[in-house]
């Protein structure tokens, strides 16, 4: 368990810092920095993929370019609202995917809720209320677009699922990667803004960041049980809110505390109840 949390950590600060150089960026054109994202991921999971010999087209073909469609709507949603919101509350907010992949695998899977889990997604609601009814510097423009964001995602959950254990994790990440390159490099071309100097090294870094967070966050649920390590993947929201505070001075109302507290309290208790269901 030790070396799961060892790895979570680093998961965690990985995928904070990715979304820390993402706001950094943010003078970027959005499919710019998906186009740069996406890019450095495909080429580390394609060379690993073509290493260990594992059949790069996989199975499951139609699920997992429905999945990556998601995956890239998500992540360019998330990436725009990056623009308009603190880190720490996107990533928070964005969180809110569980609840939209378990209210959509209901109707689509044919899955069951605990009534506790009904009440858990209404307090994470609760603290959307929060943070939009009392914390008056929230923009409603980057919160329109970060929950459209974990709705996207919470499709990406449940077409995961779909396509099981027919497909090794890599080639599914692959079929996204190679996706959102494709798109991202060509929405981006009459946009394009040339990097200059570090600029390069901080675009090239986003596909280093998201990769070993993918890699140390698998490597956490092959050893240890998902209902430990899962409530772990939220220390991502204090490290994006520490690094928020001090890199871009982000400034967080008692309001804007309390509703991203209700959200991730919720979210983790969901995982918890969720795995013993």
């Known amino acids: 368990m030790r070396k799961a949390i060892f790895y979570m950590v680093i998961s965690t600060f990985s995928f904070s810092l990715m979304n820390s150089f993402v706001k950094y960026l943010s003078n970027f054109p959005t499919f710019e920095i998906v186009f740069f994202r996406a890019v450095g991921s495909l080429v580390l999971g394609t060379s690993y993929i073509l290493v260990m010999g594992i059949p790069i087209l996989g199975n499951k073909r139609k699920l997992m370019v429905m999945r990556a469609l998601a995956g890239l709507t998500a992540m360019s949603l998330f990436f725009m609202s990056l623009q308009y919101l603190p880190a720490g509350t996107a990533v928070s907010l964005r969180y809110m995917a569980p609840i939209y992949a378990a209210i959509i695998a209901v109707f689509l899977l044919g899955e069951k809720l605990k009534n506790v889990q009904w009440f858990l997604f209404l307090l994470a609601f609760g603290g959307v209320l929060v943070l939009k009814g009392f914390d008056k510097e929230l923009n409603s423009t980057g919160l329109i677009l970060v929950l459209s964001a974990s709705v996207f995602s919470g499709l990406v959950y449940v077409l995961i699922r779909k396509i099981g254990n027919s497909d090794h994790p890599l080639v599914i990440v692959n079929y996204f990667m190679f996706i959102?390159?494709?798109?991202?490099?060509?929405?981006?071309?009459?946009?394009?803004?040339?990097?200059?100097?570090?600029?390069?090294i901080r675009l090239l870094?986003?596909?280093?960041f998201g990769f070993f967070g993918q890699v140390f966050m698998t490597k956490a649920f092959q050893i240890a049980k998902t209902n430990m390590v899962a409530p772990l993947k939220y220390i991502e929201v204090i490290f994006t809110i520490l690094i928020g505070?001090?890199?871009?001075?982000?400034?967080?109302?008692?309001?804007?505390?309390?509703?991203?507290?209700?959200?991730?309290?919720?979210?983790?208790?969901?995982?918890?109840?969720?795995?013993?269901?």
Do not use: Q
């Open 180 to 200: 959102a390159t494709v798109v991202g490099g060509l929405l981006s071309i009459n946009d394009w803004i040339l990097p200059i100097g570090l600029d390069w």
């Open 205 to 208: 870094s986003l596909g280093l």
């Open 245 to 277: 505070v001090t890199w871009f001075g982000d400034v967080y109302t008692l309001w804007s505390c309390v509703g991203i507290l209700m959200i991730v309290t919720a979210l983790v208790a969901n995982v918890i109840v969720g795995r013993k269901t």
